[in-house]
Each structure stands twice: as structure tokens, then as C-alpha cells.
């Protein structure tokens, strides 16, 4: 009997990760590498784009032979940091600088200007985004300003122009050896501010504003679709690319969350929580964005998303920055031994804050320490500010969606830092609502497999999917109302004194 497998390209901001799936979704190999981080200037974040590639060609090619010799290899599914920003030399391959991280701060100004003139409602409108530097439209127009020579070739054809998704697929069907697909899905296209959400397609209106040639852009498919073939001199065996998403939609495949009202929530570098809308484009009138969620069959499904940029990599900084502790694992037993009294808060603005306040100038700040504070409590209000970050993020929807949200309703959590006890609990009490841990945490490369395995036929439906999901442990709100509303009292007293704008 052959075992159709997937193999899922999972492609992140610190490291990148090949997994092989069955087709009963079980994870049967894996392989795992950290890249490293660029940083030029304050609030300047890079990737070498050539680096990623090869990390991810070498961890493919390990992954892959580990498969047994009459093991097919039904399908690729990647996913990815979303709104990283590449652009490469058509001819060569080689990028034309380093990719500009989604963190990177370098086009706050280009943002503030677009506000002046009177873009942000439109922008809203047609890409359900707002202006600010995380998205990629503006840093690609840096690159066109910037490199020298770049926009002579951009209007010339020379140059391409992709998010790590496009990067990789672009790579893996053959790159500049010709053949090579320019591609991306819905999803990421939806997050680089140059993408109409209603229509879509990209939109004239900002690629002029922008000064962005259209030429420079690739095609945009279903998140279940024929991206190519990965090509057999690249892989040592040709396979079909057929499921693609950016890493938080492919978290939200992952967890299932198929129904409008449902939740996710991942905590990797940064935070992302989802909420399915289904057909209906909510505007916020909160600072959240409308992006979306999937599209099969030409059909999109839509989400509100916050967003936070310092979650894991907070716990990274203490970790690094800090050293207070060396090992990340550390920080749930210490978390629990501290001063339960401490009302230390730590703001984690070190790139800017993201959603609900959207301040690039933001800067982090611990504040409410005393004599009594250390590295227990130090440690617990790095954890505790992305649990209040998430609650700014669910109180922000609750007031964007008509009738508020089901409060019994339970967030569905993935990522590193899920394995942490304490924090899932935390979470729960600042929350004031379940929140449910599947068995199989790695849902952002889940996620991109069951996209792929809906091309190839291995499941039929969504619904079908639904059934797979695994509860590992929910965790239920403890603390009294009063208590909980305190203690996030303090964070937004704490936020207040950070904040620009």
C-alpha cells in the first residue's frame, strides 16, 4: 500500500521548519533550523532572503529522506512570516538587498505622510488594513526609492517582487534556471497593503500612489491551488506546491476554525488572534484589521485580526537581552514563585506597538517596580503583558462585531509558548474566558498540509477536518471579575505612559 504524505514548508521569523505529514496528519518527520536576525538600525529589522532559501531547500531535502522509497509525496504546503519583504533579480535570482522584516520599522514616516493626505479611510477600505510599516506595500516602495537602480529595472521587468511565500515557490519551480512560478495566495496578498480585499485583486488606485509597477507583483490563487512544481533538480524529486497561506491564516486552518465566531489565537515572535467572520468584511472601528482568513474556490472568508508584535520574543529578550534566565522552559516556574502582590508591568514596545494602538514610536518600558521586585517578577510581567496584550486584542473585537462576543465562547491557542502551564491559566483569568490547548500545538504547519491535502483530494471538505481537531487541555477562568479587571487596569495605566500618539 502507498502512504500518501504532505511535506509542509513552515518558513518563520527566527527559524525555519520542514515537517512530513501522513495522511491521517501525523507528523512523521521533522527538521528545524534558527537563521539569523539583522538589525541595521534602531528599528530596523532584515533577513538575508538567500539565507532562508537555502535553510529551507537543506531541511526539505533532510526531511524528505526520511520518507520510505515507496512513500508518495502527494503535495507541498507552505506557509509563512507574513508581510516580509523580497525583491530579486528575475535573471540571477539574487535578491537585490535584505528581505525587510514585517517587525521593521524603516516607513513609519512614508505611513504618517499617507495619513496627512487623507489615505487611511481609503486604504481601510479597499485592503482593510491600516497605514503602518508592518505591511509590505510601503516597504517595497523603500526598495524602489532606495536601491540604486532598483526602480529603472522594476519598470523594466527586471525585478520580482514576493512575500517569503512567493520567494520560496519562485525558488522551488526552478527560480532564474527558467519555469520558475511568480505566485501567491490570497492571504498573503491580503496583507500587503496593496491588495483590494473586495475585489480581489491588486488595486491601481494605491500601486499609483505608491508608485509601484503592477509588473513587479505575482499572480494571486486560492490557498488550495496549483502553485507549481517543486522541481526535481531542487528537491532530488518533483513535487506539486498546492496549499499556501501566511502563518496565521494556516494557524486558523490548523485549529479548524471553519465556523464565523470562532477564535484563535498564536503565540510565536509575535501574538495573532483571528476571529472568522465568514462572508461578511467587518470594517473596525477599533484598530484591528479586516484580512482574510481562506479563500477556497475563488470564495474568501474573512477575519478581524489583531495583532502583537512582542509575544515569545519577549521571553526571547529575558531570555538573551536580559539573562535572566537560559532557557525559555524556565519561565513557567518562576512565573508561578513570584510575589503574587507584585505589580510590576512590563511593556514590551520595542519595535512599536501593534494592534489596538498601532504607535511605531512606542518604546518598552518596566514600570511599578520596588525593592521587592526580581527576577521571579520580572519574569511573570514579561509573560503576563502578552496575556493583557491579548485582551486588548478581545476587547477590541468584542466592540467591532454587532452584539459583542459569545464570552463562553473559548479561544483556541497554538504555538511556543502554549506549553507553558502557567501561562495558559494567566491567559484564561485576564481573559475572563476557556481557553482550549489542542495535542498538536505546530498548527501553523497542520494548517498549510490540510490545504494541500484539500487539492489532492486526501480530505474532501473543511468539515472533514473539523473532526481532526484534538483537545489537550482547557483551562477555565479563576479569578473573580473584580480581580481580573484590576490587574489589567494597572497594564493600561502602564501603556498610557509609552504611548506617542
Known sequence: MVNRMILALDQ?????????????FEEVASAQKEFPQIYPQDGWVEHDAAVIWSDCRELCRQVLGKASSGDEIAAIGITNQRETTVLWDRATGAPV????????????????????EGWLDKVQA????????????????????????????AEKGELAFGTIDSWLIWNLTGGASGGASHVTDATNASRTLLFNIETQDWDDEILGRLNIPRSLLPQV??????FGMASEAVLGRAI????????????????????????KSTYGTGCFALLNTGSEKVTSHNQLLTTIGYRLDGKPTYAVEGSIFMA??????????????????????????????????????FTGLGAPYWDPHARGAILGMTRDTGIAELVRAAIESVSYQTRDLMEAMAADISGGLDASAPLRVD??????????QNL??????????????????????????????????????????????????????????????????????????
Not at 481537531?469 to 480581580?483: G, H, I, K, N, V
Request: proline share 5%; hydrophobic share 40%; net charge neutral.
Open 312 to 349: 515569545g520574543a519577549t521571553i526571547q529578550w529575558v531570555r538573551d537581552g536580559l539573562k535572566l534566565i537560559s532557557d525559555a522552559a524556565e519561565s513557567e516556574a518562576l512565573a508561578s514563585s513570584a510575589d503574587e502582590r507584585s505589580r510590576a508591568y512590563m511593556v514590551p514596545a
Open 126 to 153: 479597499k485592503t482593510g488594513l491600516l497605514l503602518d510599516p508592518y505591511f509590505s506595500g510601503t516597504k517595497l516602495a523603500w526598495f524602489l526609492d532606495t536601491v540604486p537602480g532598483a526602480r529603472g529595472r
Open 428 to 501: 484564561a483569568d485576564i481573559l475572563g474566558r476557556p481557553v482550549e490547548r489542542p495535542r498538536y500545538t505546530e498548527t501553523t504547519a497542520l494548517g498549510a498540509a490540510y490545504l494541500a491535502a484539500l487539492q489532492v483530494g486526501i480530505c474532501g471538505s473543511p468539515e472533514d477536518l473539523s473532526s481532526a481537531w484534538a483537545l489537550d487541555r482547557a483551562f477555565e477562568p479563576s479569578l473573580s471579575p473584580d480581580q481580573r479587571d484590576a490587574r489589567y487596569g494597572g497594564w493600561k495605566e502602564a501603556v498610557a505612559r509609552i504611548l506617542t500618539t
Open 415 to 424: 504555538g511556543g509558548m502554549v506549553r507553558n502551564n502557567w501561562f495558559c
Open 221 to 226: 490563487l486560492d490557498c488550495a491551488a496549483d
Open 12 to 24: 518563520g521569523t527566527t527559524s525555519s521548519r520542514a515537517i512530513l505529514f501522513n495522511d491521517a
Open 240 to 263: 506539486p506546491i498546492c496549499g499556501v497561506a501566511g502563518d496565521q491564516q494556516a494557524a486558523t486552518v490548523g485549529q479548524t476554525c471553519f465556523r464565523p465566531g470562532m477564535m
Open 97 to 116: 538587498a535584505n528581505a525587510i522584516v514585517w517587525q521593521d520599522r524603516r516607513t513609519a514616516q512614508t505611513c504618517d505622510t499617507l495619513r496627512a
